[in-house]
């Protein structure tokens, strides 16, 4: 059976501040997907990033980067130089490649970050 | 380019009654799933179609339905409802191909009284 687990459920931090989001996953299978989402107060799910299980390499967008170890069933995310705007609930999710639609998510319970002034 | 649009966004409906919620998807995408969102139990999957046709369900109870016009714009029923059907309902569409990320609507808020 599949499952998310995101242990952190609040995490406060002042601007400026580095913060990483830990994403633990279950899945018996080889082939699977990952994802992060941010959900703004005003509701809808904002993708962020997609990972294939055969990619183990850590990718940087700007302030935010993702480390996927497979040896841990781990997929992170740390936002470096906290900002405000940062504030969301974030969600970690999986998706495993037995159908070819794929738009079935196991997401992660979510972790709220607020990032004060 | 639109994003994922859903109506209404807020409703309010009494035990019993019944409701039907709408999506539609980005153009040009052909898939559209649906997810509940409760303090309680988090994000949950309901369905997912693609073509018209349901291709995956979550464990939901058959008061839960849904279907897929040939424009790919979806809806989702829920019948007698119940207090614990009070949730966000989210939509979100895909292109076709293997586990592609999906963009999500602002959704759907029903308060169930």
């Known amino acids: 059976a599949q499952k998310v687990t995101q242990a952190q459920t609040e995490i406060s931090v002042v601007e400026k501040e580095d913060v990483t989001l830990d994403c633990v996953y279950e899945?018996?299978?080889?082939?699977?997907?990952l994802f992060w989402y941010k959900q703004p107060p005003s509701g809808e799910l904002v993708f962020l990033i997609r990972?294939?299980?055969?990619?183990?390499q850590n990718e940087i967008s700007g302030r935010y980067s993702w480390n996927f170890q497979k040896s841990t069933s781990s997929f992170n995310f740390t936002i470096t130089a906290s900002q405000v705007v940062d504030s969301a609930v974030y969600f970690c999710?999986?998706?495993?490649?037995?159908?070819?639609?794929?738009?079935?998510?196991?997401f992660g319970p979510g972790t709220r970050l607020s990032v004060l002034p | 380019k639109a994003g994922v649009t859903q109506t209404p966004r807020y409703l309010i409906k009494t035990r019993g009654q019944q409701v039907t919620l709408s999506c539609s998807p980005i153009?040009?995408?052909?898939?559209v799933s649906w997810y509940q969102q409760t303090p309680g139990q988090g994000l949950q999957f309901l369905f997912e179609?693609?073509?018209?046709?349901?291709?995956n369900k979550g464990n939901f109870p058959g008061r839960f339905s849904g279907r897929q016009f040939s424009n790919s714009r979806s809806e989702m029923n829920v019948s007698t409802l119940e207090l614990g059907d009070s949730a966000l309902y989210l939509c979100?569409?895909?292109?076709?191909?293997?586990?592609?990320?999906?963009?999500f609507g602002q959704g759907t808020r029903l308060t169930v009284v």
């Open positions: 979100a569409s895909g292109r076709p191909g293997t586990n592609t990320e999906a963009f």
């Open positions: 999710a999986l998706s495993e490649a037995r159908d070819n639609y794929g738009q079935n998510f196991v």
């Open positions: 179609y693609f073509s018209e046709t349901q291709r």
């Open positions: 899945t018996r299978d080889t082939t699977y997907y």
């Open positions: 153009s040009g995408h052909r898939s």
């Open positions: 990972r294939n299980s055969f990619d183990e």
